[in-house]
């Protein structure tokens, strides 16, 4: 017999923090997770833990901004592209409010090596890599557009186009959500309901002809409903299933200014021509075999308008990164 190397297990890791920042609910390539990160105690470092058990996806509706945490049963790990360092949860681990006693304060260098560490807090974290630190907000670059991060409550007054993701808020300010995946297909964003943004994107003008300031919603925000409506208004699905609204923003990376244009472009050419078919949606069908009228319209103005080598979307690079970077900067 040949002798074999034991196998060394790779420990298991737990982390404690005061919660920071909560990712939206992301479902792509038929997985469905988030991102937290959790804050050290004694500095600006912020840990990054993707969560994408199924049964661990519930945390994220008792997950409260500001509060401690410990998780339980950690690996780490890192993006391919980036080379970007995260925790992940594994199948054992366990989110329970924070407790001094039960948490040993131990360097993180150790565990991001791989090396065993049977617990630690983030009050050491000092010596973590500057490349999880993230700035104040004056530190942020600002796009062309100026656009600017800030947190912004509220309560839906109006459904201007459900199928871009436009919402009223207030009677005056539009908010976007066609750059964030809609958590339950929008059911809680009714006329009435009560929204909290927080680290949302503010644009003053992004279209000389939209007659509303807009607060749009990347991937590095967090969309919270505080409270449902209490009229008695209808739900009106997104349908996210051959919606040629996000197909053609997903396939030509648009920024803000230009998906606006191409909002208005589609309600004045379904205005004008949804009379000559029977069904509207072969107007707006966007399907890969089968576009519809509308889609073989704009395809060739988006082709003149967006510039080659348009550089696709990274949604770790959007929600990971030190730097901010997101369509909406456009």
Not at 77 to 92: A, D, E, P
Not at 295 to 312: C, I, R, S, T
């Amino acid at each position: 017999l040949h002798s074999r190397f034991p196998y060394k297990r790779k420990t298991k890791l737990t982390v404690a923090g005061e919660l920071a920042k909560l990712g939206p609910l992301l479902c792509m390539h038929h997985k469905t997770f988030f991102f937290l990160f959790l804050k050290c105690f004694t500095s600006a470092v912020w840990i990054p833990v993707l969560v994408q058990r199924r049964n661990q996806l519930v945390w994220r509706h008792v997950l409260q901004l500001g509060h401690l945490y410990t998780i339980t049963g950690l690996s780490t790990s890192g993006l391919k592209k980036s080379g970007q360092r995260l925790f992940v949860t594994s199948v054992s681990s366990c989110l329970l409010p924070y407790c001094a006693e039960q948490v040993k304060e131990q360097p993180l260098d150790g565990a991001w090596q791989g090396e065993s560490s049977q617990s630690f807090s983030l009050e050491s974290t000092e010596q973590l890599s500057d490349s999880l630190e993230l700035g104040d907000e004056k530190e942020q670059p600002q796009s062309t557009k100026e656009s600017k991060i800030i947190s912004y409550m509220g309560t839906v007054t109006k459904i201007l186009n459900v199928q871009a993701g436009l919402f009223l808020l207030d009677n005056k300010v539009c908010l976007c959500l066609a750059y964030q995946q809609l958590l339950n297909s929008a059911r809680g964003l009714r006329p009435g309901a009560c929204v909290e943004l927080i680290d949302v994107h503010l644009l003053q003008k992004p279209l000389l002809s939209f007659p509303f300031i807009v607060l749009g919603a990347c991937l590095s925000s967090t969309i919270v409903l505080k409270s449902f409506s209490r009229l008695s208004s209808p739900y009106q699905s997104p349908g996210s299933s051959g919606n040629i609204y996000l197909q053609l923003l997903l396939r030509y990376n648009l920024g803000l200014p230009l998906y606006l244009w191409l909002v208005s472009l589609l309600e004045t050419f379904e205005e004008r021509f949804s009379c000559f078919f029977r069904h509207c949606q072969q107007l707006l069908r966007s399907t890969h075999q089968n576009p519809g009228a509308a889609e073989k319209f704009l395809v060739p103005l988006l082709q003149a308008v967006v510039p080659d080598g348009q550089e696709a979307r990274d949604i770790y690079k959007e929600i990971l990164s030190t730097t901010h970077r997101c369509p909406l900067q456009k």
